[in-house]
């Protein structure tokens, strides 16, 4: 963790997206059909009831670890996705359920408005790389077996738990001057040297 916090200047636009979501059979196919303009490379970071799906979407085409380590890793299913991540430097689109029912918005930067943000990096589990499979990572982490597959590929070993997701934090501020959290999304998936 930085020993001072950097900030930046940058503020939050947030914007509700409507997406088809009648007769959602194959979120992997739903996913691949969107415009989602965020650019070529875009990470997927999934909570389902029965657990995490990390994926890569390029080219139109989703890749996902339930594909490649279907044993540790749920597929997308609009019947258990509780929420979804998908996610770059330029921007994020996420994705819940609420009252059954999902819902979207597109988070990015306002580069028309004063405002200021910070970064966070967070340490995921991982220090043993067990198998390395169409770009994807198998790590595990500690006696307890904590395994996720991560759509890096990563071929070494590490000693401590260098693999950070970065988190970008938006400030505002209320009536006082206050500062708090307005908004917050998901910015960056790597291995930090």
Same mark, same amino acid.
């Given at each position: 963790m930085d020993k +001072?916090? &950097?900030l930046e200047k940058a503020s939050v636009k947030i914007t509700p997206k409507s997406f088809a979501w009648k007769n959602l059979d194959d979120l992997k196919a739903w996913f691949t059909a969107q415009e989602i303009p965020l650019g070529e490379k875009v990470m997927l970071l999934a909570f389902s009831d029965d657990g995490v799906t990390w994926g890569i979407l390029e080219n139109k085409a989703l890749k996902t670890s339930a594909e490649q380590f279907p044993e540790i890793s749920p597929d997308l299913d609009p019947q258990t996705? &509780? %929420? @979804?991540?998908? !996610?770059n430097e330029n921007g994020e689109c996420r994705i819940w359920r609420k009252d059954g029912e999902l819902e979207a918005v597109f988070i990015q930067e306002d580069t028309g408005e004063d405002g200021e943000s910070f970064d966070q990096s967070y340490a995921l589990?991982? %220090? &043993?790389?067990? @198998?390395?499979k169409g770009g994807f990572s198998l790590l595990s982490d500690g006696r307890q077996g904590l395994r996720h597959a991560i759509p890096l590929k990563i071929s070494h070993? !590490?000693?401590s738990r260098s693999l950070r997701l970065t988190v970008r934090y !938006?400030? @505002? +501020?209320? &009536? @006082?001057?206050q500062a708090y959290i307005s908004a917050s999304r998901l910015v960056d998936l790597k291995e930090e040297k």
């Open positions: +001072y916090l &950097q996705l &509780q %929420t @979804a991540h998908l !996610f589990w991982g %220090t &043993q790389v067990e @198998a390395e070993n !590490f000693k !938006f400030l @505002a +501020y209320d &009536q @006082a001057g």
